[in-house]
């Protein structure tokens, strides 16, 4: 997925700190495509991870669950 698609709209992770360790993903493009796009926040032009949208959901359920444990 290219990050310069106008029609795309980022969100910064509510995980993220202001430390500089941010993280965007693109939500609205799972329904169709099935598929999360994920970015890293300071460099908007590098690559996009694009995931499987159950995995992300995963992702978010074991992080918010606490399970991934700490940096």
């Known amino acids: 997925m290219a990050t310069d ?16 360790s941010c993280v965007e993903w693109a939500p609205a493009t799972a329904p169709t495509t099935g598929t999360v796009p994920v970015r890293d926040s300071k ?6 991870l694009t995931l499987p949208a159950t995995a992300f959901s995963a992702f978010i359920a074991g992080v918010r669950a606490g399970e991934l444990g700490a940096a």
């Open 5 to 20: 698609d106008p029609t795309q709209r980022w969100v910064k992770s509510s995980y993220s700190g202001n430390g500089g």
């Open 43 to 48: 460099n908007p032009d590098g690559p996009v």
